[in-house]
């Protein structure tokens, strides 16, 4: 589906088959003789196809098309080697750019598994979750020569002016975009509407959801018009779904200190005493990757309350359990 929203800008709809998602929005700007798409899909011929055609109706040059990343995730970068030209920029936040090659994809999926077993993760099915997660599948396999970019830099195509704003959480160098002339906000996954944005544990952040919180207060004072999230329905202001966010992650902290009032218990103990929006019967029944997400939610939000000073952790043998202050 394509969807022109304002003048020269267009939304795509991406399918992401067999994935909780559904779809990404990846949006398309054109400019005098220039084009810049932000965020692409999963480099899968399920994404590449639909966004070809896309490009072909829409008259894209892809000789004439730079591009622009929201952060590292494969439905947001996938596909952005395959589409990009060497006349191409690929507009990249410059803090994430050594996740991106593929062998580095699978020692960073290997050392994350290493952290997840001792906080009680199953070995056995780990390597399930693992060699179906969408970020080891479908991320580029060929490098890209990223335009690095940082907060405050600005980005613009016809006319559209873009800032680059920081909002570290959902990813470490997570960054998304504002006009503020056309009071045009690009959240990527920083804010969705219809879904809550993943906030897991990140070996490279101290403490994710702090991160995250911090950069939804961040942005709650622009003013905005119109959202353009990476995923489900475009939406005209962003201060009230931030009050929400933020209520649902209070929320989660407090079923987290909830389910260690009988006891210590490691991350993969506690993550079935949470509350998660996934059409299962019970935490049996959960994907081996739902399974994944769900315990570096469960992990980032045990992290936050440690630095709160609420819960402590402490080893027990090669694992880690965490229990009340």
């Given at each position: ?28 700007i054109k400019g005098d003789g ?94 399930q979750a693992w060699r179906s ?98 995923h489900r329905r475009l939406w ?90």
């Amino acid at each position: 589906m394509i969807e022109q929203i304002l003048p020269d800008l267009y939304r795509m709809e991406i399918p992401l088959p067999k994935n909780p998602l559904k779809s990404l929005n990846s949006y398309l700007i054109k400019g005098d003789g220039r084009f810049l798409i932000i965020d692409t899909g999963m480099n899968r011929e399920e994404c590449l196809n639909p966004m070809m055609a896309y490009l072909n109706e829409l008259g894209v040059d892809l000789n004439k098309t730079d591009f622009y990343i929201t952060h590292l995730h494969a439905d947001h970068l996938g596909l952005a080697a395959t589409l990009s030209r060497p006349s191409s920029k690929v507009y990249f936040n410059w803090g994430e750019a050594s996740f991106l090659t593929y062998e580095r994809q699978v020692e960073h999926i290997q050392e994350v598994s290493k952290f997840y077993i001792q906080h009680g993760f199953p070995a056995a099915e780990l390597e399930q979750a693992w060699r179906s997660h969408p970020g080891y599948k479908y991320s580029p396999r060929q490098k890209i020569e990223f335009t690095p970019v940082r907060g405050g830099d600005t980005i613009a195509i016809g006319d559209y002016s873009f800032q680059c704003i920081e909002t570290p959480g959902h990813t470490p160098g997570h960054m998304c975009l504002y006009d503020a002339n056309k009071k045009i906000f690009v959240s990527g996954d920083h804010i969705l509407f219809d879904i809550t944005p993943n906030i897991t544990v990140w070996l490279q952040m101290d403490d994710s959801l702090r991160h995250y919180l911090a950069s939804l207060e961040k942005v709650s004072s622009l003013d905005v018009k119109l959202v353009l999230p990476g995923h489900r329905r475009l939406w005209h202001e962003h201060k009230q779904r931030i009050t929400e966010l933020q209520e649902h992650h209070r929320d989660r902290l407090d079923e987290a200190l909830v389910a260690l009032e009988d006891g210590e218990k490691n991350a993969w103990q506690i993550a079935p005493l949470i509350s998660w929006d996934i059409d299962c019967k019970s935490w049996e029944d959960f994907p081996p990757t739902q399974k994944w997400f769900a315990i570096g939610e469960t992990i980032a939000h045990l992290r936050y309350l440690e630095t709160s000073g609420k819960v402590q952790q402490r080893a027990k043998g090669d694992g880690v359990l965490f229990g009340l202050v």
